[in-house]
């Protein structure tokens, strides 16, 4: 089939590359954000996808808007069989749903009809699930509510992060993906309704709602921690200072909510049950330390508090 691939971040990757390597399908283009300016001389950042199709010689569509006529335009002339979607990141509506023969064919990071939305992964986690997995499914104007073509599942570790686990189900994924567009081309499988039980929602996470709210469990604290790691990233505030918390460890010691305790090799905070062990944090503006040397040097008092 003639592809236009819809993908922005690293995620999305190793599916375009598994599809630029196969021999049943051809990437017309690809569809991606466009460039971000970063660093001190605010140089323009291409998207990872747009990274790959440079590399492969491969057309990048890159609209401020997926509105936009003139990609209505070109995806037209293009006159793709399918469109398959990782991670994209702006929402595709009529009529360039209509485009593509066999539509529009999202790739999805959780076992739909859980976690619709932009940051399931992340919700798989924070909420202790210990399966989740990948949807391949038929976009329509609903969030992610449209037929499922396939899925495969995923074990959720006790020790994953955001980062490992997406690493993770973006290289299942793949193969789920390329999987369904081949059955997809010969007619060997057709989307299934999603169960209207189960359903659940993993709205965007943003730096507010990664602050550590201390007051909580400490599986909880724990769980939380793992699903904002490394992005956007845990905080707290310790008087003054604002620090990005990396993964902690539960402990059987007893404090307060939100009250630290330091010795010579560890750092605690109390939660509503049990205390935490910080291993690795980062004030804002400095690297990335071991807990409990900025701890020496921050000269905390006795009565310190996270907040």
Not at 190 to 210: E, F, R, Y
Not at 267 to 289: C, H, S, Y
Request: with cysteine.
């Amino acid at each position: 089939m003639r592809l236009v691939f819809a993908g922005t971040p690293e995620p999305a990757v190793p599916s375009l590359r598994r599809l630029l390597a196969s021999d049943r399908h051809e990437v017309v283009a690809v569809l991606t954000r466009p460039d971000t300016v970063a660093g001190r001389g605010r140089k323009a950042v291409r998207s990872p996808i747009a990274r790959l199709a440079d590399e492969h010689g491969v057309e990048v569509l890159a609209p401020t808007r997926a509105s936009d006529p003139d990609l209505l335009a070109r995806l037209t002339e293009l006159a793709p069989d399918c469109c398959p979607v990782v991670a994209y990141g702006n929402l595709l509506r009529a009529p360039l749903l209509e485009v593509p023969k066999f539509g529009w064919i999202n790739l999805h990071f959780s076992l739909l009809p859980a976690w619709r939305g932009a940051a399931p992964v992340q919700a798989a986690i924070a909420a202790g699930d210990e399966v989740t997995g990948a949807s391949t499914f038929l976009i329509e104007e609903g969030l992610d509510t449209g037929p499922v073509f396939g899925v495969v599942t995923e074990r959720v570790t006790p020790t994953d992060t955001a980062q490992t686990l997406l690493d993770r189900l973006a290289e299942t994924g793949a193969v789920l993906l390329e999987r369904t567009l081949d059955g997809i081309e010969d007619g060997a499988i057709a989307p299934q309704p999603q169960s209207h039980d189960g359903v659940s929602h993993a709205p965007k996470v943003t730096v507010d709602s990664a602050r550590i709210v201390w007051t909580l469990p400490p599986a909880i604290v724990e769980r939380r921690i793992r699903s904002v790691t490394p992005a956007p990233g845990a905080w707290t505030t310790i008087g003054e200072t604002r620090l990005k918390v990396g993964p902690v460890q539960q402990t059987d010691v007893t404090l307060p909510a939100g009250r630290v305790a330091v010795s010579k090799r560890e750092v605690l905070i109390g939660t509503a049950g049990t205390a935490v062990r910080l291993d690795r944090i980062q004030p804002q503006g400095k690297k990335e330390m071991i807990a409990a040397d900025w701890a020496r040097g921050a000269h905390l008092p006795d009565d310190a508090e996270a907040r």
